[in-house]
């Protein structure tokens, strides 16, 4: 099992960047593939961004391609996501999400089974 902690949320101007970090327990993280999901108020959980347990691979929804970059420190036990140029439109729960991978490595948009608790990301216009 492995824990979740989301930081780096916060309040943003419209074309500002900010950094959003996930701290994952447990010495097996390595073992765990890892997204990012937002949820804005009144709209589905979506996914945004998921990297390979190695950091070898990427994948993002369309709107934020070439804007937000994920990424991991297996030594550390961090997956960040870096989001440059924001939108008002971006503006959510943001959370952390790790899937259990066995066997065959890759990037996932859905099936994961731990979550964080969210960070709050607000875009003023």
């Known amino acids: 099992q492995v824990q979740l902690v989301e930081s780096g949320g916060g309040l943003v101007q419209a074309g500002d960047s900010l950094s959003l970090s996930c701290a994952a327990s447990?010495?097996?993280?390595?073992?765990?593939?890892m997204g990012w999901f937002r949820q804005a108020p009144g709209k589905e959980r979506e996914f945004v961004a998921a990297i390979s347990r190695a950091g070898l691979t990427t994948q993002y929804t369309d709107s934020v391609k070439g804007r937000f970059t994920i990424s991991r420190d297996n030594a550390k036990n961090t997956v960040t996501l870096q989001m440059n140029r924001l939108k008002p439109e971006d503006a959510a729960v943001y959370y952390c999400?790790?899937?259990?991978?066995?066997?065959?490595?890759?990037?996932?948009?859905?099936?994961?089974?731990?979550w964080g608790q969210g960070t709050q990301v607000t875009v003023s216009a």
């Open positions: 447990g010495r097996t993280f390595s073992r765990y593939a």
């Open positions: 999400a790790a899937k259990t991978v066995i066997g065959v490595s890759g990037v996932f948009n859905s099936g994961y089974d731990y």
